[in-house]
């Protein structure tokens, strides 16, 4: 794991996964000369598409930068991979298959951007940044609360002890969901 830093202010350290082909590797040193150097934040280089999938699925990351042709395991098909087992990590795909099918068949993959070789580096760096920005959406509430034996379904709107049901008023209702979410 690369130390790196972001050129401007953020709330966490950046978590990355950079995936690129063999004969790439020169971009990753270049992303990391661009970005500069924060304590906590890392980027992770995968050295192939085996390699990327068993990373994306061991770490936590901010977002994922992966190549298409990457050996041994296509950057699409860890993708796909990725998002059935519901890794919703945001993945830039970069690639010098630039024809619209193949953008449209790495979009659709589940990849959130695509990028066609050769780019510019500041194009790359601006990518990443609104793909980690969209990333950083609050995450949807709890719809079932759960306290010991005390259970709110926030969406049926019922509350159960050990199995029985306990009847709220509206204002009763909101005031333990408040209570349960903090």
Do not use: C, W
Not at 24 to 35: G, P
Not at 77 to 87: D, H
Not at 96 to 109: F, Y
């Amino acid at each position: 794991r690369d130390e790196v830093a972001r050129p401007h202010e953020r709330q966490h350290q950046l978590q990355l996964l950079f995936a690129p082909v063999p004969r790439d590797v020169h971009v990753l040193d270049a992303f990391m000369d661009h970005v500069g150097a924060a304590p906590g934040d890392v980027v992770d280089h995968a050295a192939d598409g085996r390699d990327g999938l068993f990373q994306a699925t061991e770490h936590a990351y901010d977002g994922i930068v992966a190549d298409r042709m990457l050996p041994y395991l296509d950057g699409l098909t860890i993708i796909e991979i990725l998002r059935k087992q519901g890794n919703r990590t945001p993945v830039l795909i970069l690639s010098a298959l630039g024809s619209v099918d193949h953008r449209v068949e790495g979009l659709r993959a589940g990849g959130d951007d695509y990028l066609t070789k050769p780019f510019a580096m500041s194009e790359l760096l601006a990518r990443i940044e609104a793909l980690l920005r969209r990333g950083q959406a609050a995450p949807a509430p709890e719809m079932k609360l759960r306290l010991a034996d005390l259970e709110m379904d926030v969406l049926a709107r019922t509350v159960t002890r050990a199995g029985r049901r306990i009847d709220l008023t509206a204002r009763e209702f909101k005031l333990f969901e408040y209570l349960l979410r903090r």
